[in-house]
């Protein structure tokens, strides 16, 4: 199904990136980069779900606030493929401080707290398929080419 080096990746445009609307400026960075949406939709993630999607913080003290931010308005879950889709969104995204997030990175434009940063990005290439699996269905996944594919390859 993938080219070699390719990796999949969940994005989220949480709460504050929604109510500031940030939906376009996060979507148009992924396109702009060549990054290839193979899904994207909106959800209001309620709490079992949130719980799933970031046990990983489950017994840390911000996790309960975390949880409620996560759910305290709807979400776009964009599911990213690409190659080394995994780390490069992760520099795309910035550090999770704002100080330490660098310039020209999502963080580092555009967020100003380190609980409210306006996007979510899999850390790794099995969380990012198990993320995708969590959050999207078979069916809401796309497998397709686009003629520009060929312009966005390592060789
Ligand atoms: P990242 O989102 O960069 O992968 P983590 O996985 O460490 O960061 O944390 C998940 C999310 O939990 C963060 O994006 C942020 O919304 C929230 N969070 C993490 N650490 C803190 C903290 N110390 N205080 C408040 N919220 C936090
Ligand atoms: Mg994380």
């Known amino acids: 199904m993938f080219e070699r080096d390719e990796q999949r990746t ?10 500031r609307g940030l939906v ?7 396109e702009r980069r060549g990054l290839k ?3 994207l939709k909106m959800v209001w993630m309620d709490k079992e779900l949130a719980k ?3 046990a990983v913080h489950d017994g840390k003290d911000f996790f309960d606030k975390l949880i409620k931010f996560i759910t305290s308005s709807p979400v776009v879950l964009i599911a990213v493929q690409g190659y080394h889709a995994v780390n490069l969104v992760r520099r795309m995204m910035g550090a999770l ?7 020209g990175s999502i963080r580092g434009d555009l967020a100003m ?5 306006v996007v979510h990005g899999s850390d790794t ?13 078979q069916k809401e996944i796309f497998d397709y080419s686009r003629s520009i594919d060929d312009w966005l390859k390592n060789d």
């Open 10 to 19: 969940l994005m989220i445009v949480k709460p504050d990136g929604v109510q």
């Open 125 to 137: 290439p099995e969380n990012g398929e198990a993320e995708i699996a969590l959050h999207f269905s």
């Open 52 to 54: 799933k999607h970031y």
């Open 24 to 30: 376009g400026e996060v979507i148009s960075r992924v």
């Open 113 to 117: 707290s380190r609980s409210f940063n």
């Open 97 to 103: 401080d704002p100080d330490e997030a660098d310039r």
């Open 37 to 39: 949406i193979v899904g």
